[in-house]
């Protein structure tokens, strides 16, 4: 009897192990093994047509988002390391399958299983390498998926300040009496904030804070209409004192009927003595109370860490922002919390700044006006409207090509610096990308309260400002950015009418105050002096006092008056309101 060897199906181990390197069973099916090729095939190609299907019915944005969840992200994690797994048996399985059909058999038949009589050593070291490729790759994808859970994590964790343990009194400033704080056995229900559905309109609360000190330097509210895409910004000075707090509440069972400190204590204080919700919650209630009525008013928040607002503006490579005016401080405390003063100086125009820079900028409590002279009045309104500026230049300025080249340093950098209660996935996230694309710079209005405010008149512009068919009041942007020196005389005698009227117009934003002099005669009524050519220096703020006075008419002028400011007898005014028997509390202007 004879017998016969068959020839051996010449195929490359390494080969085989590569095309499952590529996609599991493409090797198994190049080594002639198609039905072990098509169940090690079926399970990658049932989780490709899953995520493709969710891409397709979210869009690239909705699935970035969904992906983005951490409840989404722990997950993968675990998907990682089995498709690892996964990927590394077919790719060994490919290249012994592909050795053992190499090898010769006995007759007619070939047996799965055989060692072949000898072992390519640079076969192996292929191998080798296609599993250090794979295992490296997966390792990557880990690296990015532990990257991202972490920092949605931190990001959706509540900043809490490193308050002392509390006492039974805090003494929070000099010229305040101790206040106690009695331990709280029950508490008034926590007010309601209903989600965002995507067509109310929606409040967001921006919190610039001072990490190492512990306060909020920068808190305003963009209210945003979804239909118009219409943006108002609401900046209250951090100085404000007095905040009223809504009846029969939690903010009032705390403080009671005004909070007795500044409003940028506020955060820190609720979080050392546990206000249901800490900081976050105090802050949103009583900020929606102050310029809405209601408490429950504003859904969301924002909070940026100053430390880390540098690092995101270096990473992004810097900020291009346009000065109004020109700022000097010669006492600016810097931004390191060493104790050392600096001087600033930073020159009207166009200036590309980097993290301190832009930081220092936003922070300086100091302007100098164009026309030259100091200003104390409105040093805070100056301050708000650069902190609403620097804002608004990230969000036109991000540069996709800068943050993929810098995406892990931004990623950490944003981890340590934000922090919000808006909720992860596209149910929300996604129509706020789609309405932040519509925006446009012309759509967004900043309404600035100094810190002595009338919460009456600021509850009026807010009103106005959100209501339906409000337009963007460029008139009144105007005549605050023109910043004329604006001086109150009392001509009824009326104890404290010019204090009044001007505290009103302050709140608006106009740079008002009130007069020790009084005109020659009481009893008239109420006039609008323009002095030193005001109306052709200061068109803007001339029309708007006029409609926010309720005035018509030429305004009187007096071109050799020589009135000055209380506050800077160097600076010369601009206009005199005259008060008078048919005087009456100024009203926003529509919008």
């Known amino acids: 009897m004879t017998t016969t060897t068959s020839t051996p199906s010449r195929r490359s181990a390494f080969g085989a192990a590569f095309l499952s390197f590529l996609f599991p069973g493409l090797g198994q099916a190049y080594a002639g093994a198609y039905r072990r090729a098509l169940v090690l095939a079926v399970p990658p190609l049932i989780a490709i047509a899953i995520a493709i299907g969710l891409f397709l019915a979210n869009g690239l944005v909705d699935f970035g988002l969904w992906v983005g969840q951490t409840s989404v992200l722990g997950p993968l994690a675990i998907v990682n390391v089995v498709f690892l797994a996964y990927r590394a048996l077919a790719s060994v399985d490919a290249y012994r399958l592909a050795m053992e059909l190499s090898a010769p058999s006995g007759v007619g038949m070939r047996r799965i299983g055989r060692r072949p009589g000898q072992v390519d050593p640079l076969s192996i070291a292929g191998l080798g390498l296609i599993l250090v490729v794979l295992v490296s790759g997966h390792v990557i994808v880990g690296y990015w998926d532990l990257k991202f859970y972490n920092a949605a994590r931190d990001i959706h964790a509540p900043l809490v300040f490193d308050t002392s343990s509390p006492d039974a009194t805090i003494e929070p400033g000099p010229t305040e009496p101790p206040i106690s704080f009695p331990p709280q056995q029950t508490f008034f229900p926590a007010p309601t904030i209903k989600p965002w559905t995507g067509t109310d309109r929606l409040n967001i609360l921006l919190i610039g804070a001072d990490n190492a000190a512990g306060l909020t330097d920068t808190m305003m509210v963009a209210s945003i209409d979804p239909v118009s895409h219409q943006v108002a910004m609401f900046s209250v000075q951090r100085d404000t004192v007095g905040l009223p707090l ?346």
């Open 246 to 591: 809504p009846p029969r509440s939690q903010l009032s069972q705390f403080w009671g009927t005004n909070f007795p400190w500044k409003l940028n204590e506020m955060y820190k204080d609720a979080d050392r003595y546990k206000y249901p919700g800490g900081g976050v919650a105090a802050l949103k209630q009583a900020m929606a109370y102050t310029l809405f009525g209601n408490q429950n008013a504003i859904q969301y928040y924002v909070l940026v860490g100053f430390d880390g607002f540098q690092n995101v503006i270096d990473t992004l490579g810097g900020v291009t922002i346009n000065v109004p005016a020109p700022l000097k401080d010669d006492g600016y405390p810097g931004n390191h919390s060493d104790g050392m003063h600096l001087r600033l100086y930073v020159p009207a125009g166009i200036q590309h700044m980097n993290g301190d820079q832009a930081l220092s900028y936003a922070r300086s409590r100091k302007v100098v006006k164009l026309g030259g002279g100091e200003s104390p009045l409105f040093n805070n309104y100056n301050r708000s409207a650069r902190q609403q500026q620097i804002l608004v230049a990230l969000e036109q300025q991000a540069n996709i090509n800068e943050i993929s080249s810098h995406l892990s340093d931004l990623v950490d950098a944003l981890s340590r610096t934000i922090h919000t209660d808006i909720p992860e996935g596209p149910d929300v996230l996604g129509p706020m990308v789609q309405i932040a694309k519509a925006i446009k710079p012309n759509d967004i209005r900043n309404y600035v309260f100094t810190a002595s405010p009338d919460f009456t008149a600021i509850r009026a512009t807010v009103k106005a400002a959100i209501a339906p068919g409000a337009k963007n009041p460029n008139e009144l942007q105007a005549a605050i950015d023109e910043d004329a020196p604006i001086v109150v005389e009392n001509g009824t005698g009326t104890s404290g009418q010019d204090t009044t009227l001007a505290t009103r117009l302050q709140t608006l934003g106009f740079n008002a105050q009130a007069s020790a002099d009084q005109p020659p005669e009481l009893g008239g009524t109420m006039k609008l002096l323009c002095v030193n050519g005001a109306e052709t220096q200061y068109p803007a703020t001339l029309a708007q006092l006029e409609q926010t006075l309720g005035l018509s008419g030429p305004p009187s002028t007096d071109a050799s008056a020589a009135v000055q400011t209380i506050s800077d007898p160097n600076e010369a005014v601009q206009f005199v309101i005259i008060t008078g028997t048919n005087s009456s509390s100024p009203t926003a202007p529509p919008g």
